[in-house]
């Protein structure tokens, strides 16, 4: 045997308990999963409505390449090399430092988030049951605005809802990596492929689609601002699941052999695409109905279903969108759970069930309380916050930016190429043509952008005037 084949079968026959994913298409389908979420058909859409429409979306799209790819290789090294959660992982690569730390910050995102991202989960299970029941026939815009308002600020529905979404993805993730996440991975994912395409196909087919296609694909940069630009920066990390130790989870669980330099490109490209092709979905459709795309928070849920109102087969079209947001919630919720499930199963040796159980619960409670906060606790404010608005801001301007910036930083400085080219090459069977790059834009590129963008999330550069 030669010295090539005798490593490729060290690789290969690395020994590991670990349940892991099963199959390559298994890995891009679960990681996919995780990133392409409500982040992709929710808040891109509407982020693009709010910030000028095709020059931010080029702007994210160069946020997506020189820090997003980097970011989520880096994690998957850390994973994969590590063989443990995102906090044992660290503990494992830096023994005796503090940087496990990172990996403590990614479990306190993972509650934070879940938390307000199973509400809003919940409302889109709550409007696919509307879509069916008819929930919508015949209501003006201004009725529909109201129902939105009422349902979210009620207590019994909204908390239903919630409690179904946590019970779903708390039982894919109670059977395990294969037997649960990898398998409705591969079940889900397919499906939100064809419900956005048909979705797509029917937005494009409308008259007067074209004005859409172009406030989504014709740059106009006189209406994108220094703010649009974190933004989008801020969001890349966000659509793409980084900064909190789920693609460290994650990459665990990767087999040896997979390259991991083209597993990043893969999922990278399909979170991307599937955000572009809600906004295909959704901006032709709002344009050929004469409807404002700058409606926030309420462009999925107040001027879409007043698009479907309007549109020929509107009810079964409306029906599919809310069936697409809450499969793309759901995979990307489990993927959240499991980077506690993994933390508690292994640094707490809870038994993965326990383990699944107890942040379930505890998920599903703190939830409770963001879906309680804007209704009848919307008084109860915290910074000016209400619990809900708490939730969302510290993960996404505090815990998820300052995570990326130390697991670059950590790559960049800490492990090192040396290191990075073994595991990035699956020991030395795998050319790796990009190191210097990659090891480049961790040291100092991405460290520098995230900086920025966190700086700016915390408010603390208001004060420059094209910031304002
Ligand atoms: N990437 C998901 C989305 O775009 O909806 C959200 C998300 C999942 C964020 C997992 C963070 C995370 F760890």
Redesign the pocket.
Known sequence: MSEMDQRKNAVAQSPTNRDSFGSKLGVIAAAAG???????IW?FPYMTGENGGAAFVLVYLVCIAIIGLPVMLSEFIIGRRGQKNAIGSFKKLAPGTPWFLTGWMGVV??FM?LSF?AVVAGWCMEYVFKSVTGGFAGLSPEEIGNVFGTFTSGVVRPIFWLTVFMALTGCIVYAGIKEGIEKYSKILMPLLLVIIIVLGIRAVTLPGAGAGLEFLFKPDFSKLSAKGVLLALGHAF?????G?G?MITYGSYINKRENLGATTLQVTIA?TAIALLAGIAIFPAVFAFNIDPASSVGLAFITLPNVFNQMPGGMFFGFLFFLLLSV??LT?AI??LE?VVAYFSEELKMTRHKATWIATTVITIIGVFCSLSLGPMSEVLFFGRNFFGVMEWTSSNLL?PLGGLFITLFIGWYWGPKRTKEELSNEGTLAVPYLSLFMFVCKYIAPLAIFIVFLHGMGWLSWLPFLK
């Open positions: 995780s990133a392409i979420g409500l982040g992709n808040k995102a993972a988030i991202y966000f659509s793409l699941s980084l909190m789920t979170d793309a919630a990307s993927s959240i980077v998820l």
